[in-house]
């Protein structure tokens, strides 16, 4: 059978068989087998394609998902678990907003705890993106369903949209600023990311509890790996969705 998962991703990145031919290193003619008749590359070349097109290799390739290389790649990406979110070192977050030099993508709800611990989180963010880096902050629309809810499920009623507001008021004085994106989201949230280059914490979210009293899971970006890629498409879907903040 054809696979119309890898035909579409060719399609919407913009590339072609030709150019995704070139760049993974491969004939022409493989890359159409792996369209037309469904072949499966070898894991080399599954990688360099899902990063060439921005999409998972599984998602492309869902029969490799028990391949104990891929598996073996996830777990690797696993540094630790931190037992709340309190429990990351303000020092940790210092370093990874200080270090990083491609990319800086939050999302949460409020994130209050940001701008409550991190010495001059703004000041931060504006540095980071005169250095060139990407940063893009995705925060909850404080009108929006998904903050009434998750309010509510807490049992905090408005306050959390309260919070959402007041991170807006505190980041209003650098949006503008060239290489900060800002976007509001009305989404769903299953967990809180924060990515700094290759490193990303998941903080996720259950039922009734503040995200703060959940687990942070530190991952980092292997070739191969599952985890860090699975939460970064999420963020992205998120990303698409929301409304630019002004």
Same mark, same amino acid.
């Given at each position: 059978?054809?696979?119309?998962?890898?035909r579409a991703?060719?399609?919407?990145?913009?590339?072609?068989v030709?150019t995704v031919a070139e760049?993974?290193?491969?004939?022409r003619k493989?890359?159409?087998?792996?369209?037309?008749?469904g072949?499966v590359p070898?894991?080399t070349?599954?990688?360099a394609v899902?990063?060439?097109?921005g999409? =998972?290799d599984v998602?492309l390739?869902?029969? $490799? +998902? !028990?391949?104990?290389r891929t598996?073996? #790649?996830?777990?690797?990406e %696993?540094?630790?678990?931190?037992?709340?979110?309190?429990s990351?070192?303000? =020092?940790?977050?210092c370093?990874?907003?200080? $270090? +990083? !030099?491609?990319?800086?993508?939050?999302? #949460?709800?409020a994130?209050? %705890?940001l701008h409550d611990?991190v010495?001059?989180?703004d000041d931060?963010?504006v540095?980071?993106?005169?250095?060139?880096?990407?940063?893009?902050?995705?925060?909850?629309?404080?009108d929006g369903?998904?903050?009434?809810r998750?309010?509510?499920e807490?049992?905090i009623?408005?306050?959390l949209?309260?919070?959402?507001?007041l991170?807006w008021?505190?980041l209003?004085k650098?949006?503008?600023?060239?290489g900060?994106?800002?976007?509001?989201?009305?989404t769903t949230l299953y967990?809180?990311?924060?990515?700094?280059?290759?490193?990303?914490?998941?903080?996720p979210?259950t039922?009734?509890?503040?995200?703060?009293?959940?687990?942070?899971?530190?991952?980092r970006?292997?070739d191969g790996?599952?985890?860090f890629?699975?939460?970064?498409?999420?963020?992205?879907?998120?990303?698409?969705?929301?409304?630019?903040?002004?």
């Amino acid at each position: 059978m054809s696979n119309e998962r890898l035909r579409a991703a060719v399609v919407g990145s913009g590339q072609s068989v030709a150019t995704v031919a070139e760049q993974v290193g491969v004939d022409r003619k493989t890359v159409e087998r792996w369209i037309v008749s469904g072949r499966v590359p070898h894991r080399t070349h599954r990688v360099a394609v899902a990063q060439l097109l921005g999409e =998972d290799d599984v998602f492309l390739w869902p029969e $490799t +998902a !028990a391949d104990p290389r891929t598996v073996s #790649a996830s777990q690797a990406e %696993f540094v630790a678990i931190h037992p709340n979110r309190g429990s990351v070192s303000i =020092d940790t977050w210092c370093s990874l907003l200080d $270090t +990083a !030099a491609e990319s800086i993508d939050l999302l #949460a709800f409020a994130g209050s %705890f940001l701008h409550d611990a991190v010495p001059e989180f703004d000041d931060r963010l504006v540095s980071a993106a005169r250095r060139g880096v990407r940063v893009r902050l995705l925060f909850g629309d404080p009108d929006g369903e998904a903050a009434a809810r998750r309010g509510q499920e807490e049992g905090i009623g408005e306050l959390l949209a309260a919070r959402c507001r007041l991170t807006w008021a505190y980041l209003a004085k650098i949006l503008g600023t060239p290489g900060v994106e800002a976007r509001m989201h009305d989404t769903t949230l299953y967990t809180s990311m924060f990515r700094f280059d290759e490193t990303l914490l998941a903080n996720p979210h259950t039922f009734g509890t503040a995200a703060s009293h959940s687990p942070v899971l530190h991952l980092r970006r292997i070739d191969g790996g599952r985890l860090f890629t699975n939460y970064l498409s999420s963020y992205e879907r998120v990303w698409e969705r929301a409304r630019v903040a002004s």
